[in-house]
């Protein structure tokens, strides 16, 4: 199991930027993918983004592309979220979520992860 605490949540005006961290202890955080998802008031959890275990390959929600940056740093155990350009649209609870490797497809699902963190509010005004 992979414990994750998330930080960096906050209120920002639209257009405005915000770094997410997510800090992990517990099981080789460099033998896990790590997400982030996002879920706004009455709707359903979605998938953000994610990276490898090494950081090399990032996938990310058509929403965010462009806008947003995952990142991860193996000798700190922590994962990143640049959120840049924001949007009132982007305002919701995001979680980062730890998946062990099941092969080649990076996983973007929120049944694909193991672990999850209790979640950082981020609310963009217009």
């Known amino acids: 199991q992979v414990q994750l605490v998330e930080s960096g949540g906050g209120l920002v005006q639209a257009g405005g930027s915000l770094r997410l961290s997510c800090a992990a202890s517990g099981r080789t955080f460099s033998n896990y993918r790590l997400g982030w998802f996002r879920q706004a008031p009455g709707k359903e959890r979605e998938f953000v983004a994610v990276?490898?275990?090494?950081?090399?390959?990032?996938t990310y929600a058509v929403s965010v592309k462009g806008r947003f940056t995952i990142s991860r740093d193996n000798a700190k155990n922590t994962v990143y979220l640049q959120m840049n350009s924001l949007k009132p649209e982007d305002t919701a609870v995001y979680y980062c979520?730890?998946?062990?490797?099941?092969?080649?497809?990076?996983?973007?699902?929120?049944?694909?992860?193991?672990?999850w963190g209790q979640g950082t509010q981020v609310t963009v005004s217009s």
């Open positions: 979520a730890a998946a062990p490797y099941r092969g080649a497809i990076m996983p973007i699902r929120t049944y694909e992860y193991d672990d």
């Open positions: 990276i490898s275990r090494s950081g090399g390959s990032t």
